[in-house]
């Protein structure tokens, strides 16, 4: 069975919900879905769930929220399954690793990118280049 994990913002325009929920229909089924438990996306992921699993934040803290995210991709790296994530703004400038400033969607991905997950992205704003993404990881042995 697959399985894959979702990010993507806590607001979307009708448009973008539409375009969200066509790419969620489409994927295969029977599978294991991993989503947050914020609005948006992960309302949406939940929702049309075959199979959920779902990651709560303690609190609304910034690093509460991280900590969130950084469950679910542990779990999806581990399931050997995919992230899908839905941006809906380019990524911001100075995002690493550490500080996920200026967006919990585009950290998940830097994140699941450090962790060899694959990231498959849907846009929902015009798409732009993602060069570090594009990159193959060289092992290391």
């Known amino acids: 069975m697959q399985t894959f994990a979702f ?10 919900e539409a375009e969200a929920r066509h790419v969620l229909w489409s994927l295969s089924s029977p599978a294991v ?8 996306l992960d309302a949406l ?13 303690k609190s609304k803290r910034v690093w ?3 900590a969130r995210s950084k469950r679910m991709v542990e779990a999806i790296a581990y399931a050997g399954g ?4 839905f941006p809906n703004k380019p990524c911001p400038t ?5 500080s996920w ?12 990118h450090s962790k060899g997950v694959p990231v498959e992205l849907h846009w929902l704003c015009f798409p732009e280049q993602v060069p570090w993404l594009e ?4 092992a290391l042995f």
């Open 7 to 16: 990010t993507g913002p806590r607001k979307l325009t009708p448009k973008q």
């Open 33 to 40: 879905w991993l989503f947050g438990d914020a609005e948006g």
């Open 45 to 57: 992921a939940r929702d049309l769930a075959p199979i959920g699993v779902l990651f709560e934040a």
């Open 64 to 66: 509460e929220l991280q």
């Open 82 to 85: 995919t992230l899908h994530a």
């Open 94 to 98: 100075g995002l690493t690793l550490q």
């Open 101 to 112: 400033q200026g967006s919990g969607t585009w950290g998940t991905i830097v994140y699941a």
């Open 135 to 138: 990159q193959k990881q060289l």
